[in-house]
């Protein structure tokens, strides 16, 4: 059984650093793409960006430079760093992995505000 579980997210101060954490079972993280997407109260959810099995990472246009994705795979997890933060990110953060479905964790919540 696939299960994502996201971690890392608080409250920071624009301008701030938060790094999120997505740790996953049932699969390893180092041979599927792992995705991570967020969703803003009001807003359809949106891709942020992933991780291939071959590391390859690839990020949506608003990222910016600002976030990057990584992964552990003795710790079968997989981040997202976040820099820079500003309040439009404000959002529920959610990693995703696509296997014969898409599997989702239950979010982590991150407030950007001073």
């Known amino acids: 059984q696939v299960q994502l579980e996201e971690s890392g997210g608080g409250l920071v101060q624009p301008g701030g650093s938060l790094r999120l954490s997505c740790a996953a079972s049932?699969?390893?993280?180092?041979?599927?793409?792992m995705r991570w997407y967020r969703q803003a109260p009001g807003n359809q959810r949106e891709w942020i960006g992933f991780i291939s099995s071959d590391g390859t990472t690839n990020y949506a246009a608003f990222v910016k430079g600002r976030f990057t994705i990584s992964r552990d795979n003795a710790k079968n997890t997989v981040y997202l760093q976040m820099n820079s933060l500003k309040p439009e990110d404000t959002a529920i953060y959610y990693c995703?992995?696509?296997?014969?479905?898409?599997?989702w964790g239950q979010g982590t919540q991150v407030t950007v505000s001073s």
């Open positions: 049932g699969i390893s993280v180092s041979i599927y793409a």
């Open positions: 995703n992995v696509n296997i014969r479905g898409a599997y």
